[in-house]
């Protein structure tokens, strides 16, 4: 892997294979897989990664918003895809595109069933949302006669799926809130089969209920930060592999003397004589205001060096005193070392925000079998 001449999100489509297959192993081989590929694919690419799960053999692939769905097939990807998260403006344009809907409240349903009836569809691919537990989206059990109903009015639309969210499934201390979850889940699958002329398929497991639960497999899994490298357990992540490395370099070093500040508001001041690195990132490219003054630490040549100062707009500041580096060295912000969840930790945070949360006008690199190419 080529050196970083600047700061670069890296992005090894051989580590997501690595998870990808580890995951497969924990499922039976009649059970579907669906990679979820939102927020530019927790991150780094949706394109590339999408591109990547449908050469491996993904069933399916999920996105938060239908415009993201639209960035796909405009990029050639044909599998199914899932939207989590439609808004009725979207409706026309998810017909269009061939995406499919989540549907989650009587008033999304109806919409949804008006914009389908509009364009003269038949039989057009819909999902199912209920809400077991997690309390964010979802229809209740209470509401599925009027589904019901709403469904005997119309052929424009057909119920493919329907599936939940599990709350807490990398939590065994909440083992028996998710294990009702599952309970919850069962009994309206049961009630929706008895109710309607066809048998959707069933999906509630994400990452963590792929490893914890394998009673939760369904028909089908989900899984979105399991592929990007994270098991949401210590012992589970090294079976993982992190996908993203975000690497920079130094700009300038500087000596300074016992007294002397670094940054804004003078937020550091040095007790001793410290060597300190200027990196080429800041908060414009993900690397929060809460980092610094000790909060989080880098990488440089296998060292941990923290972050010091206040993070500023397009530069941070870390304490290499005793390691020996020079201006143009690379830096690793996370990968390997320290893990995203690692770096995340310094802030009080989790991987999810950090891998999320990187600019999109840092430059993402490919890398597969040892070429990059870069985007």
């Known amino acids: 892997m080529a050196k970083a001449q600047e700061t670069v999100l890296e992005i090894n489509l051989t580590a997501l294979e690595h998870n990808y297959r580890y995951l497969k192993t924990k499922i ?31 069933d399916y692939l999920a996105v938060a918003y239908t415009e993201e769905g639209v960035s796909l097939r405009n990029a050639g ?17 998810i017909i269009e595109r061939c995406l499919e ?9 109806t919409a949804f069933i008006t ?20 309390n964010r989206l979802g229809f209740n059990a209470k509401d599925i006669p009027s589904i019901v109903k709403k469904l005997s009015e119309t052929t424009a639309v057909k119920v493919l799926s329907i599936f939940s969210h599990l709350a807490a499934s990398e939590d065994l201390e909440e083992k028996d809130f998710t294990l009702n979850q599952i309970k919850n889940f069962n009994i309206i699958s049961t009630q929706i089969d008895a109710a309607l002329p066809y048998i959707p398929f069933k ?12 009673e939760a497999h369904f ?4 899984s979105g930060i399991g592929l990007y490298g994270f098991g949401n357990d210590i012992d589970e992540d090294k079976n993982f592999i992190p996908v993203a490395t975000l690497k920079t370099n130094i ?25 300190t690195a200027t990196l080429p990132l800041g908060h414009a490219d993900g690397i929060g205001r809460e980092y610094g003054n000790g909060k989080g630490v880098v990488c440089v040549h296998g060292y941990y060096a923290p972050i010091i100062g206040n993070t500023c707009m397009d530069m941070i500041m870390v304490d290499v005193t005793d390691i020996d580096c020079s201006e143009g060295d690379e830096v690793i912000v996370f990968g390997n070392k320290p893990t ?17 949360g990187i600019s999109q006008r840092v430059k993402r690199v490919i890398v597969e079998q040892q070429n990059s190419i870069n985007i």
């Open 28 to 58: 039976s081989s009649k059970t579907k897989f669906l990679g979820v590929v939102k927020a530019f694919a927790y991150g780094s690419d949706a394109v590339s990664i999408a591109q990547k799960l449908v050469a491996l053999g993904a």
């Open 77 to 93: 990807i044909k599998i199914p895809i899932l939207v989590l998260h439609p808004q009725i403006v979207s409706f026309d344009t």
């Open 101 to 109: 809907p989540n549907l989650y409240s009587e008033r999304i349903l």
């Open 115 to 134: 914009a389908a009836e509009r364009h003269q569809q038949k039989i057009y691919p819909i999902h199912l949302k209920f809400n077991t537990g997690l």
């Open 203 to 214: 999906h509630l497991a994400n990452t963590s209920g792929i490893i914890n639960y394998p």
């Open 219 to 222: 028909d089908m899994v989900r």
């Open 251 to 275: 700009s300038q070093i500087h000596y300074l003397e016992p007294n002397e500040s670094v940054g804004y508001n003078r937020a550091f001041t040095s007790n001793k004589k410290i060597k």
């Open 340 to 356: 995203a969840t690692e770096f995340a930790a310094g802030a009080n945070t989790i991987s999810y925000e950090v891998l999320t």
